[in-house]
């Protein structure tokens, strides 16, 4: 019985050493796979930590009778580049559970292209199943190019599909270009032929694809969409065996006779797709590889190079042999195939020039076909009579560029009463800017859901609506009707904006916004006359707070009167009662309200006080275009405010040398006030500790609408005694909210300080938005840190911008940190991809993670008592005050860290004069001299008994690991 059970172990033994000590050959760092074994060998180099390995197939690859393991997992996701190099894996069958495929799971890099998975693949599982990847989960970009799957997927569970069983929500943007489908899918529910979810934080392209496979059972669309979640795809050239997800269908005889191939080509005889007709070779599909011949279209062809003239047919082939008509051009279509003309705008500065409505409906098409980031300038009022609307910005086209309408009307534009976001735009995605642009009384704006004058729909951070108007009536059949934005899923910043339309919907309207999407949408100096069905009046979300607002008789904002409106006291008022720096105007007696462009400017007439609004006792106040107010001067009281308005001095500080000193309270509570007034990317640096004792209501630095983008170094310093509580505000920190170019280095807010917002709440740094990189370095946090709602954490309570990096480098918490939901050590959320360098967290972590929570967080020499993660193993509560985590910290970065003169102290970033006499003494130094060895507390101990921890010898501190 031993002897058998020797032998069995000794098989075993063999067997798994065999394909551990696989030798996998490689050529300049790509290894080379050219059988099935070399495939299993492959694997698991990228299951056992090499999941960015690149490799190519140089061989078709025979699975059979072979057991699979897929290609990276949750612990390893594999982003490296697998180049088939058109060869095909076939007879691989696999059973699993979820997320599996040929590849398990993968991440933000990976690139797999010109693989077929063949015929005889049968790949079975739970939940996200798919024949080439079972789950795309991370950031940056995934992309499959020439990628074919024939094989067969099952599973029992959700998301099941030939190409992605799920991309996670808040995974990589996807791009699918030239790849098809043939096999058949069958699943328990929310399937699909590409993927049950394109849930990718970015943006999805699919390109180039067609199908003929089947969803045999839990699918959505009648069993047969090509993928679910319409939300922010590109798409061009798909085609399926019916219209699902806007397809063309493909009909008899497509696949055999070329047509496909000439149509996913585009029209045209060059491209991806190939496909040999004539000889012995011939292929029954179009094929992606190069060794095969081009498609052309044969015979009397009109402009479209594919339609064949009236009395004639065309045919495809191999060889080059038609006549194609050429484009006849009419307002920048061709009137037979309505084909764009190339450059019927002039380009200016990177702008399209817009001078009349066939130029305007010419860079709609160009944008709705993917060109989202153009630019568009108005030259004139554009008259839209008799002529078609398509919104600028579509489904997975949205527009993200700069329009500039430079104060000119859009008249008599009509859009489409059936469709929701019907607007002048009708979709926009972080980035886009619409500004000086007047939607005319004479447009008919009418829609379904999210019809409004200007915008109908954002779909992606920081959209920017500014200086806009509408004077039209919006009609819309169902929710978010308004005069300038319809509904912004995420963050909007709308500034200087007015409507003076009635706002008809079915329910959820208002005059400027019917809804705001985050909280950390602004909206502010706007206004509105327009009678408001079913809303509150002027925008919806209770979390965004208005500034500057106004409606006529206003349920919300500042109630204004008809006369008000018409004598200029509106105008003057919406500019911050001053008429020095304006945005609106109004020409008194000709304008019957305030514009948000103009010459005339409107000025407070009569003695007034510093406010630039309130007549002094005894005087009146009036209105007109010309100068005659006496304003009186600020009383500034020495700390940077005036005595009367509390309006901030901007001469207080001085900078000095391109940086603003500040060296005690005063300063620090003035530069935050000048940073939202003035100058949001200014530098500035503490020269002192700072204590902020005798500080009432800190407002933070930055603001959503003024983000702090400058440099500020601590230069070692600390804040004490300073207490923000905003428990009903969202973004709530030293600095509120920060963009890219941030550079936040060099101090530490000690214990003595609290930090409480609702949302977004961070001792440092609220909220972090925009689109770039942000330094924090050398930032040392020991406050309690709350939030009573989500995301709260030492560094900043959340990168809500899936486009800044973070860059975290020798900072620390020790206070303690609790959050509704959401919270992190360092932070409630990193964002993606945040580089987090020679750090810890010790402090409780209340509902949330303890180090920190992010996605595909890149870490080097951190530390945390509770979290265990692959690059973050747990580490002993007491190695945080014994010295160990201090010494691996100062090991990697002399001079920074220093010890806490507390006893049991923590690492900290102040100098307290405790670093470089820490030394690890070897115990023969220890047993050769015999000077005393004492602990913190001076107390004398024997080297006999020693444990891990700081001791004394010599007068110098040392380290016992």
């Excluded at 002039?346 to 944008?367: M, R």
Aim: net charge negative.
């Amino acid at each position: 019985m031993n002897r058998i059970t020797t032998s069995l172990l000794f098989t075993m033994l063999f067997c798994l050493t065999s394909i551990s000590a696989f030798a996998l050959g490689s050529v300049d760092g790509v290894y080379q796979i050219g059988n099935a074994d070399e495939l299993l060998a492959f694997a698991q180099i990228v299951n056992t930590g090499g999941n960015d390995a690149k490799a190519v197939l140089t061989a078709d690859i025979d699975m059979s009778g072979k057991t699979w393991t897929p290609i990276g997992d949750d612990d390893h996701r594999f982003v490296g580049t697998f180049d088939g190099q058109y060869h095909m894996i076939d007879h691989l069958v696999f059973e699993g559970t979820d997320k599996v495929g040929i590849f398990g799971v993968v991440s933000g890099g990976c690139v797999i292209k010109n693989l077929t998975a063949g015929p005889n693949n049968v790949i079975k599982g739970n939940s996200m199943v798919g024949g080439i990847v079972g789950c795309s989960a991370g950031s940056e970009w995934v992309t499959l190019e020439n990628v074919g799957h024939e094989g067969y997927v099952e599973g029992t569970g959700n998301n099941c599909c030939a190409f992605f069983g799920v991309v996670m929500n808040g995974g990589p943007a996807t791009r699918i270009i030239n790849c098809y489908n043939t096999g058949n899918i069958k699943a328990g529910g929310e399937s699909a032929i590409i993927t049950g979810w394109f849930g990718g934080h970015g943006s999805v392209e699919v390109k180039g694809f067609w199908n003929t496979g089947e969803i045999l059972a839990g699918g959505d669309n009648d069993n047969k969409a090509l993928w679910r979640n319409n939300s922010g795809i590109t798409k061009e050239r798909i085609f399926n065996i019916n219209n699902d997800n806007g397809a063309t269908v493909i009909a008899d005889g497509d696949l055999a006779s070329g047509k496909l191939a000439f149509q996913l080509n585009g029209n045209a005889d060059a491209g991806a797709w190939r496909q040999n007709l004539e000889g012995s070779n011939k292929d029954g599909q179009p094929t992606f590889n190069p060794a095969h011949a081009l498609v052309y279209a044969n015979g009397a062809l009109l402009c479209d190079a594919i339609t064949p003239k009236e009395g004639t047919e065309v045919t495809f082939s191999n060889h080059e042999g038609s006549t194609i008509d050429d484009h006849n051009y009419v307002g920048g279509f061709c009137s037979v195939c309505r084909k764009m003309q190339d450059n019927f705008c002039e380009v200016v500065d990177g702008f399209y020039i817009i001078n009349d409505g066939d130029q305007l409906n010419w860079f709609a098409y160009k944008v709705n076909q993917g060109e989202g980031e153009a630019n568009g300038k108005l030259t004139a009022d554009i008259d839209m009579t008799d002529k078609a609307w398509t919104p600028i910005g579509q489904d997975g086209k949205d527009f993200k560029g700069h329009f500039d309408g430079q104060g000119h009307r859009i008249m008599n534009l009509v859009t489409n009463g059936d469709k929701n976001n019907q607007a002048l735009f009708g979709q926009a995605v972080g980035g886009a800017i619409i500004e000086n642009v007047i939607i005319d009384q004479s447009c008919i704006i009418q829609g379904n859901a999210f019809t409004a004058g200007i915008l109908g729909h954002v779909w992606g951070d920081g959209v920017i609506i500014r200086n806009c108007g509408n004077e039209a009536e919006i009609n819309g059949t169902a929710q978010n009707a308004a005069g300038i934005l319809g509904c912004s899923e995420k963050i909007v910043h709308i500034s200087n904006c007015y409507n003076t339309g009635n706002i008809n919907g079915l329910r959820e309207n208002a005059g400027i916004c019917a809804w705001m999407g985050s909280n950390n949408s602004t909206i502010k100096n706007c206004y509105s006359t327009g009678i408001i069905a079913d809303g509150p009046g002027l925008w919806r979300n209770d979390g965004v707070k208005g500034e500057n607002m106004y409606q006529m008789d206003g349920d919300q904002g500042t109630a204004f009167s008809s006369e008000q409106m018409q004598n200029g006291e509106l105008a003057y008022l919406l500019n911050g009662k001053q008429s020095a720096e304006v945005t609106w105007y109004q020409a008194i007696g000709t304008d019957d309200h305030p514009l948000p462009f103009g010459t005339a400017v409107v000025y407070a007439n009569g003695d007034l006080k510093c406010d630039g609004i309130t007549p002094v006792a005894g005087s009146s106040l009036t209105y007109s275009n010309a100068e005659g107010g006496n304003v009186a001067a600020h009383s500034w009281n020495g700390k940077g405010f005036c005595l009367e308005c509390h309006t901030v001095q901007p001469d207080y500080l001085s900078p000095v040398d391109g940086w603003y000193e500040l060296g005690h309270a005063d300063h620090l509570n003035w530069f935050a006030y000048y940073v939202t007034k003035y100058d949001q990317h200014v530098d500035a640096c503490l020269t002192a500790d700072i204590d902020m004792n005798l500080i009432e209501d800190f407002p933070g630095i930055g603001d959503a609408t003024h983000p702090y983008g400058g440099t500020f170094d601590g230069q070692g310093h600390v804040v004490k005694n300073l207490i923000i509580d905003m428990p009903d505000e969202a973004s709530v920190g030293f600095f509120r909210v920060i963009t890219a170019g941030a550079d936040i280095a060099n101090f530490t807010i000690d214990n003595s300080c609290s930090i409480r917002g609702k949302n977004f709440v961070g001792a440092f740094v609220g909220q972090c938005v925009g689109n770039g990189g942000v330094i924090l370095e050398q930032l040392g946090n020991e406050a309690v840190v709350t939030s009573t709602a989500q995301n709260a954490g030492a560094l900043i309570g959340c990168n809500t911008s899936g486009d800044i990096l973070l860059n975290v480098v020798n900072c620390y918490n020790a206070g303690d940190i609790t959050s509704g939901w959401e919270a992190g050590g360092l932070s409630g959320w990193l964002g993606n991809d945040a580089v987090v360098t020679n750090c810890y967290n010790m402090g409780m972590v209340t509902n949330g993670e303890s180090f920190a929570r992010g996605n595909n967080i890149q870490i080097s020499n951190c530390f945390d008592p509770v979290t265990d993660w692959p690059a973050l193993p747990v580490s002993p509560i007491e190695d945080f005050t014994n010295g160990v985590i201090y010494q691996k910290l100062a090991d990697a970065a002399p001079g920074i860290w220093f010890l806490s003169a507390e006893t049991e102290g923590h690492p900290v970033l102040y100098n307290t004069g405790i670093s470089t006499g820490i030394e690890a003494i070897p115990t023969i130094d220890l047993l050769q001299n015999d000077a005393p060895i004492y602990d913190l507390q001076g107390h004398k101990v024997s080297s006999k008994t020693m444990r891990k921890g700081i001791y004394v010898k010599n007068g110098k501190k040392f380290v016992v690991k």
